[in-house]
């Protein structure tokens, strides 16, 4: 696009691919913060806990050389330092936060490959939640004939497990037992540390869930997937929904 220059603030694996596909799509990339910058590109999501840019940089140091028209793309810009500026926030795009949930259920069923001793195909399989990352598991397991069954808590979507072919249960009514891989994918206690004696020894209790929702020791913490197992693809998701919000933005104008 003409007139466009961007910045990359942050150095992580995701956002080298998005700069990297930018590139090869034309796009003018500046190596350093300059006046005449129309865009400053940050990871998705963009800050850590303190927050610093995640992968390094402070937003003040890196705005205050930038033109204050400059539009910050990004992800969860609701950050203080961001006030004032333009944002084209990812984190909420409907088909960005889709996606993603699919790269990152692809990395999931990955990070139980490496650690299970049995095939996929009849593997008893528990998914707790019915949200973007549990349908897009749960439609992926299903294409490698895993038995899947997902927990859900409302009537209307156990329903509609059932219609799919899934089997399903209502999440307050878990019985682990005969599992032998759960993912969670729900930020809340579902699964207490008395349930989880049930389970067998060689059951598989994967985390996916933002604040950890199976109370137990040999949980596998799962978080930031996408970014771990496959940047790549998690960079030229960034470029591509960077391009896509900056169409968007044109044709409103």
């Known amino acids: 696009m003409n007139g466009i220059r961007i910045y990359c603030a942050g150095n992580t694996a995701a956002l080298s691919f998005a ?20 865009h400053l590109l940050l990871p998705v999501p963009s800050f850590e806990a303190d927050g610093r840019i995640r992968g390094g940089g402070i937003p003040a140091h890196i705005l205050a050389d930038l033109p204050e028209d400059v539009t910050v793309a990004g992800g969860n810009l609701h950050s203080l330092s961001m006030h004032g500026y333009r944002v084209l926030d990812m984190l909420q795009d409907a088909r960005y936060i889709a996606e993603n949930a699919a790269i990152t259920a692809d990395c999931a069923i990955r990070v139980a490959r490496e650690r299970m001793n049995t095939v996929w195909r009849g593997c008893p399989v528990l998914i707790i939640g019915w949200g973007r990352i549990g349908k897009c598991l749960a439609a992926q397991l299903k ?35 005969r599992y032998r891989i759960i993912f969670n994918t729900v930020p809340s206690a579902v699964l207490s540390k008395e349930q989880c004696k049930i389970c067998d020894a060689n059951t598989l209790k994967i985390e996916l869930a933002s604040k950890p929702g199976i109370e137990d020791t040999n949980v596998i ?31 409103t104008l």
Not at 19 to 38: C, G, W, Y
Not at 147 to 166: C, E, H, M, P, W
Not at 222 to 232: D, I, S
């Open 19 to 38: 700069r990297q596909n930018l590139l090869e799509r034309k796009f003018e990339i500046t190596p350093q913060p300059a006046p005449d910058v129309t």
């Open 143 to 177: 294409a490698l004939d895993a038995d899947v069954t997902v927990s859900a808590r409302k009537d209307a979507d156990i329903s509609i497990l059932q219609a799919l072919g899934f089997g399903a249960v209502n999440t307050a009514d878990l019985n682990p037992g």
């Open 221 to 251: 913490s799962a978080l930031g997937l996408p970014a771990k197992y496959a940047p790549e693809t998690s960079g030229k998701l960034i470029a591509d929904t960077f391009i896509r919000l900056l169409q968007r933005k044109e044709r």
